[in-house]
Nanobody, 115 residues
Framework: QVQLVESGGGLVQPGGSLRLSCATS????????MGWYRQAPGKQRDLVAT???????NYADSVKGRFTISRDGAKNTVYLQMNSLKPEDTAVYYC?????????WGQGTQVTVSS
């Protein structure tokens, strides 16, 4: 079990931006593909972005061009920059490895996009 601590969520108007942060351990950060997931009310948890150890980024079609995943190795932190937010982006956002470790899910951070 590792600690994954998400932060940075909040309420934002459509078209606005947020940056989410995920603090993790150095070993997890170095040895795994990291991902951001989200779960909207009544829906399953979906993978929205991944970042490999080599820096390769992948995005779900729904967020491509609007979200950017990045990392800071010195801080063992993964970020998700979210721009041009839409109401359908409203969800609890989680970080985890890809594939996820089921015991490592944190509480997530709530993102609400509403006017």
């Amino acid at each position: 079990q590792v600690q994954l601590v998400e932060s940075g969520g909040g309420l934002v108007q459509p078209g606005g931006s947020l940056r989410l942060s995920c603090a993790t351990s150095g070993s997890i950060f170095r040895m795994n593909v990291m991902g951001w997931y989200r779960q909207a009310p009544g829906k399953q948890r979906d993978l929205v972005a991944t970042l490999s150890r080599g820096g390769s980024e992948n995005y779900a079609d729904s967020v491509k061009g609007r979200f950017t995943i990045s990392r800071d190795g010195a801080k063992n932190t993964v970020y998700l920059q979210m721009n041009s937010l839409k109401p359908e982006d409203t969800a609890v956002y989680y970080c985890n490895t890809d594939p996820p470790r089921t015991t490592d899910w944190g509480q997530g951070t709530q993102v609400t996009v509403s006017s």
